[in-house]
């Protein structure tokens, strides 16, 4: 089974950056859509970016286009997001999974999450 790890959060100030990753293992990764989630505190978890196998194709949320930009590495079976100007309304467990990615973003296929990565963005 195809198993994921997500890495890179931390606190962070307002308007800094970061870049998380997500490691596959157990299996291709070049086969898969993959996508972003996030769930802050008291929120459901909601979609902010994915990408097709080769990197053809992106999405991001509204609230994060602009700002956040998927990529992958297929060779290397992670992909990234790189989060730049945060804001504490990115505050929130990030996690990545397969899914299927299309214009309205992305679909969790229920393969599994990662255990996600905490970001905390202070103000």
């Known amino acids: 089974q195809l198993q994921l790890v997500e890495s890179g959060g931390e606190l962070v100030h307002l308007g800094g950056s970061l870049r998380l990753s997500c490691v596959a293992s157990?299996?291709?990764?070049?086969?898969?859509?993959m996508g972003w989630f996030r769930q802050a505190p008291g929120k459901e978890r909601e979609g902010v970016s994915c990408?097709?196998?080769?990197?053809?194709?992106?999405y991001y949320s509204n609230s994060v286009e602009g700002r956040f930009t998927i990529s992958r590495d297929n060779a290397k079976k992670t992909v990234y997001l790189q989060m730049n100007d945060l804001k504490p309304d990115d505050t929130a467990v990030y996690y990545c999974?397969?899914?299927?990615?299309?214009?309205?973003?992305?679909?969790?296929?229920?393969?599994?999450w990662g255990q996600g990565t905490h970001v905390t963005v202070s103000s």
């Open positions: 999974a397969t899914v299927l990615c299309q214009a309205r973003g992305p679909t969790y296929d229920g393969r599994g």
């Open positions: 157990g299996g291709t990764l070049d086969v898969y859509d």
């Open positions: 990408i097709t196998p080769a990197g053809g194709s992106t």
